[in-house]
């Protein structure tokens, strides 16, 4: 594959994983970094995303645990939370897979985290708890 | 104690050091992540925070140090700044101990935890200044 | 539970998640901290890992991300990485996890995180390679 | 030099490198943290910056590397991708270190790098791009 | 103060707080980078550490707070742990703030840094634990 | 360029760069994660450093300052810090970019760093400080 063909297919598999909010992320690129642009398409979701050593409902697990460990990564956590959504992870689990992070990343980590998930879930009109929760966090 | 024991045992710890801000911030977390408030209040603040080997200010001494180190915390730095005054440090030992951090975690950590700082004190009505300072930095 | 149960329900948690290495890290601390070990027993295994919101191997799959975006645990690497065979992860599914995080942490977290993971896999006598594979990388 | 010497002498290095980005910093923090402020001065900027082993461009280089693996730093990141500008590195160069840092860093870490260095670009009036460069990223 | 008074002056306190380990650690730098031995003892402990507006103590809870959030600081942890006896913080006070610490840093961040506590206190002959305790983690 | 050519391209550039300690990296990961050394081989190497908008030296001054803010990558800084020499940095450059570094990562990860350095000067034969420096670091 040239480096052309290695775009589009990275941007078919980043189209799939990440929907729109990975395709305004490398249009944002375009004035200040297409080179970066290109990589996270080409390298990041054709070359090693689309490997098949492991489902992208898998690699959204890794990556929210990576994301949620390094901090400060909000935009990418509303993309990759969507994204988790998108492979196939339920709200619950997702919640859940943050909620344990807490536990190897500590409680600020994760908190952050979960309140950009609170979002996502919102936008997307999903939610984590069961039907019937309706009470309060302890009882 | 049971779960729902525990629970209030917590919160009753998390009010007298965080206050509102504390209660907030588990709130927020009803329709996403109960049971990380809920670990939040039983777990960090029943069990750990009320440990009686060391007392409410000294963790808040320790608990700057780690915030301001981890970086993109602002949210929780908020939340402890309000707490470190709640438990006895005054402004003036918070902002020295963020100058501190700064030997070890650098500038720029120190900086942005001592602007969450500065809006807290602003909130608060209180000043790590002395009453005749009135000078420039350097004088 | 009382605090004694919830050690034993942790400790039979974690003994089939993490094996002999957990219960060495816990005999570690007995002397400097069986508090800490307290808390990894019943907080981290018997009230967070335990909950059914997520399988196990899963859970891995998180952690695997977090410790290798976290850095400078190669102790508690060693340890997950054993707990991610111990769960049902394959040996291909680790090292392609741990490539995976590469992209979000970097290639410095990733090759360090797998160079422990080289060590696990030589102890236990797994391999992360196709059977026929012998030849170099770039073949 | 006494203290308000190494203030002089330091203000004068900052305001030739970071501009009013850099005194802006320092005056939010006249109420606050006084020292701090000092410190950024007197000695990040008077005593380490200045020292002649290392040129400026070379130092911003150094800098950026730093500020974008930790990350959060965007305040930070806004100051000295202007002084990156001041002393000698073009947009160009700017935007190429920050990709070179996604090998070390990680995507996540060189993208919020990145985006603070459009924001700074568009304010400057300066473009990465070579002039005739009006193509899709991947062309 | 010159320079060479101002590291005479961080050399006192240094050596008050940090001991031998301090000495030693700026010793190991002449070969490699005098400045940074001169900037630790004359800067970090002589304009900063000594400052009077929090007591050394104070000071080592805020530093064991960063160094355990940070990761990877394992010598430096080794120079304040001592640091931390040496300012009159109990052994029991040192393990409880590590312990404080897994809360906002995690569980991997606090166990690093309890085991080289574990090391310091069996150099140091001291120990944590009340005289009485004997049993196991969880009795 | 087909796969097994990018690889022979990166290669080409990482021996330059690197020497043998990039080769034996990547040699050490074939038992374990093949892919991730071609990747370093043939995208780290042969897609991103090579690029011409930005030459070795200026890419290894990011490099340093990327690996010592992240810490733990002690591995890496070696590779690097030898790659640093290999491309022209001096021994008194890259003491001085680690040094550097020590405002905004703090003294401790700049500490980490400045030993490995120590370590590979000595194994080069090369020293950061002026032929006539054999005083004290205060002197």
Chains 1, 2, 3, 4, 5, 6 share one sequence.
Request: glycine share 8%; hydrophobic share 45%; net charge negative.
């Amino acid at each position: 594959m040239n480096r052309s063909e290695r775009f589009e297919h990275g941007m078919k598999v980043l189209t799939e994983v990440d929907g729109e909010g990975g395709q305004r992320v490398v249009e944002s690129l375009a004035d200040v970094s297409p080179e970066l642009g290109h990589q996270i398409v080409a390298w990041a979701f054709g070359d090693m995303y689309a490997r098949p050593e492991l489902p992208p409902r898998d690699r959204q697990l890794v990556t929210l645990g990576v994301l949620t460990a390094l901090g400060g990564c909000e935009l990418e956590l509303d993309v990759h939370i969507n994204a988790a959504l998108n492979v196939g992870l339920t709200a619950t689990e997702i919640s859940e897979a943050l909620l344990h992070s807490a536990v190897y990343a500590g409680i600020p980590r994760a908190l952050n985290a979960t309140l950009v998930a609170k979002r996502v879930f919102a936008e997307r009109g999903v939610s984590p708890l069961p039907a019937d929760e309706d009470r309060l966090p302890s009882a």
